[in-house]
């Protein structure tokens, strides 16, 4: 006798439990009045330079930020985004190549949620796994690099369909490698019509603002600007903020 019904029914049972945690979680971070933004990315997207700088950023504006961050084996991503001075959690997942909701749940021990303005959760480098499971986050961003090429959507339909936003990174890149960015944006729409682009590059702060905007407009802070993303040039300078961060490329 086949045992694919058997695994069939573990999987639907695991992800029906992982749906539960997850309702619970996105309840409870309601109650905290906390905004909570996943990544997901195939590996070397520009996930946590994207992240780093985000951090870096949101925490000169003012916000109480944090992070959680998935990987299968080490913690060089938590260390490296240590350098915004943000709390900041690691959670390795061994053979497991997703986050799910009892992770975050247990990650989240000796954290005040009360007291953060924004989470922000890096899952594991992966368009797969990830798409099935929901962590209980406000806002779901899936990153596609232009050195991944113009197809990722198509190839990979189920995470651009479980995402809210896609952003497209390393866009100082996209020259050089002959990325075709109006295929790209077709692609995204086929896929997912209607869902928000935003394309940028860290290293050379293209779309920066827009991203920086986009978060903004997610939560209500009176010393920012408007949700006009042409304010921000001004507010930078009074804020001696370099939306800019050198040497990477994301």
């Given at each position: 006798?086949?045992?694919?019904?058997?695994?069939?029914?573990?999987?639907?049972?695991?992800?029906?439990q992982?749906?539960?945690?997850?309702?619970?979680?996105?309840?409870?971070?309601?109650?905290?009045?906390?905004?909570?933004?996943?990544m997901?990315?195939?590996?070397?997207?520009?996930?946590?330079?994207?992240?780093?700088?985000?951090?870096?950023?949101m925490?000169?504006?003012?916000?109480?930020?944090?992070?959680?961050?998935?990987?299968?084996?080490?913690?060089?991503?938590?260390?490296?985004?240590?350098r915004?001075?943000?709390?900041?959690?690691?959670?390795?997942?061994?053979?497991?190549?997703?986050?799910?909701?009892?992770m975050?749940?247990?990650?989240?021990d000796?954290?005040t949620?009360?007291?953060?303005?924004?989470?922000?959760?890096?899952?594991?480098g992966?368009?797969?796994?990830?798409?099935?499971?929901?962590?209980?986050?406000n806002?779901?961003?899936?990153?596609?690099s232009?050195?991944e090429?113009?197809?990722?959507?198509?190839?990979?339909?189920?995470?651009?369909?479980?995402?809210?936003?896609?952003v497209?990174?390393?866009?100082?890149?996209?020259?050089?490698?002959?990325?075709?960015?109006?295929?790209?944006?077709?692609?995204?729409?086929?896929?997912?019509?209607?869902?928000?682009?935003?394309e940028?590059s860290?290293?050379?702060?293209?779309?920066?603002?827009?991203?920086?905007?986009f978060?903004?407009?997610?939560?209500?802070?009176?010393?920012?600007?408007?949700?006009?993303?042409a304010?921000?040039?001004?507010?930078?300078?009074e804020?001696?903020?370099?939306?800019?961060?050198?040497?990477?490329?994301?």
């Amino acid at each position: 006798m086949s045992s694919q019904p058997r695994m069939v029914e573990v999987r639907q049972n695991v992800l029906k439990q992982n749906d539960l945690l997850a309702r619970k979680l996105r309840q409870r971070f309601a109650d905290a009045g906390l905004l909570v933004v996943s990544m997901v990315s195939t590996p070397g997207a520009g996930k946590t330079a994207l992240l780093e700088h985000t951090l870096t950023q949101m925490k000169a504006y003012g916000f109480h930020v944090a992070a959680l961050v998935g990987d299968l084996a080490t913690e060089n991503d938590a260390r490296r985004l240590a350098r915004s001075n943000a709390p900041v959690k690691q959670i390795v997942t061994g053979t497991i190549c997703h986050l799910d909701a009892d992770m975050v749940r247990h990650a989240l021990d000796g954290w005040t949620l009360t007291e953060l303005d924004v989470l922000f959760i890096e899952n594991v480098g992966n368009l797969v796994c990830p798409s099935s499971y929901d962590l209980g986050e406000n806002i779901r961003l899936v990153l596609m690099s232009v050195t991944e090429g113009e197809d990722k959507p198509l190839k990979y339909p189920t995470i651009f369909n479980s995402a809210d936003v896609a952003v497209i990174t390393k866009m100082d890149l996209a020259k050089a490698v002959e990325f075709d960015l109006d295929a790209a944006r077709a692609n995204i729409q086929r896929v997912r019509p209607g869902m928000k682009i935003i394309e940028l590059s860290v290293k050379s702060g293209v779309g920066m603002e827009e991203y920086l905007c986009f978060l903004r407009s997610k939560l209500q802070c009176p010393e920012m600007p408007s949700t006009d993303c042409a304010d921000y040039a001004d507010f930078f300078k009074e804020k001696g903020v370099n939306p800019i961060v050198p040497n990477e490329s994301a």
